[in-house]
């Protein structure tokens, strides 16, 4: 994924898929706060599952929020 298309994803609700430093594939649905190039890690998404790299990410698709009037 490139800087450019993880602003896309900004003030969205995502569902991320993304590898670890191990390896293992993580899954999480998740709000992403910014897109940005964090010191020592490179460019990341900051979302409420903290920072992942963007080199890591292997999927992130935006989900509908229902909101309940």
């Given amino acids: 994924m490139t800087i450019i298309e993880a602003k896309s994803f900004i003030g969205s609700e995502v569902e991320l898929s993304w590898r670890d430093r191990k390896g293992d594939e993580l899954s999480s649905r998740t709000r992403v706060y910014a897109a940005d190039f964090v010191p020592l890690y490179g460019p990341c998404l900051l979302t409420d ?21």
């Fill in 49 to 69: 599952a903290g920072e992942i790299r963007l080199d890591r990410v292997i999927s992130c698709v935006a989900v509908q929020v229902q909101k309940i009037a």
